[in-house]
Each structure stands twice: as C-alpha cells, then as structure tokens.
C-alpha cells in the first residue's frame, strides 16, 4: 500500500514537472512538440490551477516538498547574485568580470572526445550538445563497497544501483553544491565540497560543466569569481608560489586587481580536480598544520608550497568565506578525512536512461547509436 502511494506521488510530481515545462515554453511562446505532453491552454496559469485543484491536501504537501529546495534555491541564487554583483560594482568597472566570464566560456566550450578512429582519433564536440547528467549521490561510500561494485558486471549491477538509489541514496544536481551565502546551510565561513568517483566516471567533465554554467550564468550567481586547477597541472610546479601568480599565471588580465578581490572572499570559487593525482601529500590529520607557521598560508600574497595553500583554502585559513570543489578517485579520499569538508558528493555516472541519452547524443546515426548502446548493454 505504501509502495502505491510512493508511486502516486512519483505520478503527480513527474505531471507537475511537465505542466512546468509547457508553462515555460508557452511563456516563450512555444508550442507543444509532442502528442504525449498535456494539453493547455494560452494561458500557462489555468493548466497549473487545473493540475493543483485534482490533488489532495496530502499530494500537495508532497508536491511542496518536492519543489521547495529549487524555489529557495533559485530566490537566494537571485537575491545574491544581485547583492554581489553590488558589493564587486564599488571596486570594478564590471570589465574584468565579464572578461573572466568569456574566457572561461571560450575554454569550456568544446569537449574533446578520443575515439578509436583511424582517421579521427579525437572528436570535438559542443559541451551541451554532447554533456548528459551524471547521477550523482549526496554521500561518499566506503571505498571497500565502492571497489566492490567494480567488479560487479551485467543486470545484477544494474538492479543493485537502481534499488538503493530507490530507497536509500539522495541524489543531487551539481548546482546543489553550494548554497547561496543567504542559506542557513552555509557556513559563515565559507563551504568545501569533494566529489569523488572512479576513473573515467566524468569528474573532470563534470568540472568543466560547472565552470561553463557559472560562465553562461547558469548556476551560481553569487559566486562573482571562478578559477579551476588540475592537480596534474600543479604537479609542475617546483617552488614556493602565492596564490596571486597562481591565478596570474592561468589569467594574467587581472592584473593588480587582485587585491580587491582578497576584500570579498565569499564570490570566490576554488575548483582543485583530480586530488589522487597530486605529488604532494596533503595531510589534513597533521597536527603541525595547525600549530606551525611553516605549513599555514593565510596570506594570497605570501610564497607557500602549492599543498599549503591548497591545505589553507579547503581548512578557511586563507580566505575565509572562500568555497573550494575538491574532485578525486575513491582511494585519495581518506586523506580528506580530517578536512573541513561540508559537503561529500559522489558520481555513479550514467544510470538507467542517462546511457541511451548519450549514445543518442555521440553518434549523429541515430541506427548507429541504437545498434552500439544494445551492443554494449
């Protein structure tokens, strides 16, 4: 019985969904595009009314539930965004910000795809046109029963990660990671969030969305500043650096304006990805971390060993306020055991559906990407 009543509501919140959908485009002035979705009338605000009047109190409160985190979201993501874009007016001409934005959306524009082509060894697509939603999960497994699903193969993996996304693991969208600084959930001194995943999973795909949603305004409005590293990257640094030739090095247009930025932490987004590929070791249970000068930067200006100052960022002694996204494979997790970690996070890549979506989405042959997906299932 309570089973039916879980699918009822699935029912009703997959037909609200819809109705949402038909109301946006008829706001844009679309038509429906297919026989299978509700009919409405011109006017988006009488099917809504429909819809609501058909469920009863219990429906509704569902309903409410189901939607709320995105209508708070999306009214915080608002009214920050302005507040910031405010606060950032009174040191730049706006100038730099946009600028940012544009190099970030040039670089995370195109996914590069290798492939096993004699004549086209790489693929280069248009990142939305080939981007399919991972599903990530709002928890991080212990790694033994992460290693153990590796080996799992065919329909009993399939039916093992169905059942518990079912009933026991939450899932959550990459705009989630991260509250508006006007949530509760936020910590006044800044959030750090890690998501791990297997290799070849699409973390550093993942990383590349993020960066191009924030760029096209997307997600994240309250974040003013964005700057992403690679670990593998950072590898080839062999001296002490600060945080401010870090950013110079990637993004040298800002100039001397650095030090403005330092002012308003709380618009400033760190992204590390690929943790498990760092040379360095970053030991977050190490005391000494937190009693000697030598293994602390607090000051973007100051030279510190790369690990430091990643150290400094995730544990708010640099920048507090700052948000920092820490990617990594499941065997580099435990050493952020210790780290001031507000939300873990993990990708279990393409369940159900997502797989067809992005064989649909690779092969423009739509008989092709039919005949592989059933090759490979």
Known sequence: MEREREREIEEHQNLGTSVTT???GSNRGEGPTSSKRMRIDTDPNTAITEFLTKCDDYLLFQLTKFYRDRLEQAIEGGVDGVSSLLTYETHFSGQEHRKHKETLRVQT???RVNTILIKEKVKIFQLVTLYTELTVISTVRDRTLVEHELLARGRDHEEWREKHLRRELEKIRTDQLFHSSFSQRKSKSGSSAAVSGVAGIGKTTMVQK?????????????????????FRDLNAINCGINLRNLILDLFPYFGNILGELWKNPEGLLFIFDGLDEFKDSIDFADNRRNTEADYICTDPEDQCEVSDIVYSLIQHKLLPGCSVLVTSHPTALHLLEKAEISVWAEILGFVGEERKEYFNKFFEDQAVAAAVFKHVE
């Not at 993020?210 to 690679?230: C, E, L, M, N, R």
């Open 22 to 24: 038909m109301a946006e």
């Open 109 to 111: 524009e195109t996914l």
């Open 210 to 230: 993020i960066v191009y949603d924030w760029a096209t305004g997307k997600i994240y409005p309250h974040f003013q500043f964005v700057f992403s590293f690679k």
